[in-house]
């Protein structure tokens, strides 16, 4: 039996009082009830992780990052690295978000080197994979996604989601408000399990798939009913924290 997951990707959104108010709200509405049945993530950007975590203040809410990079230390201007994350409490980083991938110029391959950097400093990768409207058009959905896992694999091994969450992103659907149908979406979580589950099976009746992409209060329920949806990756909903339990309670109402 899969926990279910539900994490709130803030993105580059907020200052560090609005942070704050905002994890205080979700810290003290996440009651036992609801985080001893999901795993409650939330992600604000890596300058908000130090208040954040105190505002948690010991709750039962979890802390992620939006991005790490793949090296330990050195040369690297600009990067944050895995373990300098796990100071700061962090168990989870967001990586590969179609975001990095199409502004900032992240490839599948250094997607995979961040994906192993997390991995190897025992924090859990939420690698992120999805088509946009052209690839899914062309009928190249499965094509895709398929390449962004190959390169996981090719770095890490065959069970280089063992230890990960993946999270099924089409990006025609994030913050356009147009939701990939639970049909659609079951469809590619499906696959993917069986594209995991060829190289370790193991791995993939463990692995969480977590779908994003306009994921609300209101269709929530639906989309995590299906057998291989296991919560969501939630942008804008996430930044209301009314919202986000709402779609954490949809979520425990299903475990
Ligand atoms: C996201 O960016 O990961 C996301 C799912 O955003 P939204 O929920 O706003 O579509």
């Known amino acids: 039996m899969r926990t279910p997951m539900v994490a709130g990707n803030w993105k580059l959104n907020g200052s560090r009082e609005s942070a704050v108010a905002l994890a205080s709200e979700i810290a003290a509405s996440a009651q036992d009830d609801m985080t ?4 409650v993530v939330v992600c604000p950007v890596s300058v908000h992780l130090g208040d954040v975590s105190t505002a948690l203040n010991g709750a039962a809410v979890k802390l992620g990052a939006q991005n790490a990079g793949a090296e330990e230390e050195g040369a690297f201007t600009g ?5 300098m994350l796990a100071e700061y409490g962090c168990e989870y980083v967001i990586i590969g978000h179609s975001e990095r ?22 924090l859990t990768p939420v690698f992120c994979v999805g088509e946009t409207l052209d690839d899914r058009e062309a009928g190249n959905t499965m094509a895709v996604v398929e390449s962004q896992l190959q390169a996981v694999f090719d770095v890490c ?96 109402a299903q475990a």
């Open 101 to 122: 991938r199409s502004l900032f110029g992240d490839t599948n391959a250094s997607c995979a080197a961040r994906h192993k950097a997390v991995a190897a400093a025992g």
């Open 157 to 252: 091994g065959d069970n280089g989601f063992a230890s990960a969450v993946v999270a099924y992103e089409p990006v025609w659907a994030i913050g356009t408000g147009k939701t990939a149908t639970p049909e659609q979406a079951q469809e590619v979580h499906a696959n993917i399990r069986e594209l995991v589950a060829a190289r370790d099976p193991q791995t993939a009746s463990a692995l969480r798939i977590l779908y994003g992409g306009s994921m609300k209060p209101d269709n929530a329920a639906d989309l995590i009913g299906k057998p291989d949806i296991d919560g969501g990756l939630i942008g804008g909903a996430a930044l209301k924290s009314a919202d986000f339990l709402a779609i954490c309670q949809a979520a425990a």
């Open 79 to 83: 990067e944050v690295s895995a373990s």
């Open 36 to 39: 001893s049945k999901v795993d």
